[in-house]
């Protein structure tokens, strides 16, 4: 039996970090089925994750933040469950993406894998600047669904 395929837009995993957080109960569900779930990551992903995770532990005062925030997204990176995808495919796919819907450039490298992978790309929640259609067009996913 195949395991189930997805990708993760990092707001889930500034979720996962952020215990207070309105979906961290969903994106920890997520995390925490790493093995049991087969993820497929932009590379942009573990430099979002790397600096978003510094960033929430600064303000939280905790001491060595970048330290831990790196080991957090080496963690991520390293999962045996995890492939962090950069290949010229996967960049074509994100240009013509972002041409079309004119999004964020790391939420177009998501879509470009769940199209290429056909795969649920998971986001945290329904943004203002992210068209409705890609409801249509994309397998996605939302935790604001789940909660």
């Known amino acids: 039996m195949s395991?189930?395929?997805i990708t993760i837009d990092t707001g889930v995993f500034v979720e996962y970090i952020d215990r207070k957080a309105k979906y961290h109960?969903?994106?920890?569900?997520?995390?925490?089925?790493?093995?049991?779930l087969e993820i497929v990551l932009p590379s942009i992903t573990?430099?979002?994750?790397?600096?978003?995770?510094?960033?929430l532990l600064n303000v939280a005062g905790i001491e060595k933040a970048l330290?831990?925030?790196i080991e957090f997204?080496?963690?991520?990176?390293s999962h045996p469950a995890v492939e962090v995808v950069d290949n010229l495919g996967l960049h074509?796919?994100?240009?013509?993406?972002?041409?079309?819907?004119?999004?964020?450039?790391?939420?177009?490298?998501?879509?470009?894998i769940s199209k290429i992978e056909n795969c649920k790309a998971v986001f945290r929640k329904r943004e203002k600047e992210v068209p409705e259609q890609i409801e249509k067009d994309f397998k996605v996913v939302?935790?604001?669904?789940?909660v």
């Open 73 to 77: 997204a080496s963690w991520i990176y």
């Open 3 to 5: 395991k189930t395929k």
């Open 142 to 146: 939302f935790l604001e669904d789940y």
């Open 25 to 36: 109960r969903a994106a920890k569900a997520i995390i925490d089925s790493f093995g049991r």
């Open 67 to 69: 330290g831990k925030a």
């Open 46 to 55: 573990i430099a979002e994750v790397c600096y978003v995770t510094a960033r």
């Open 92 to 112: 074509i796919e994100t240009a013509k993406i972002k041409l079309e819907y004119r999004m964020a450039l790391a939420d177009c490298y998501v879509l470009a």
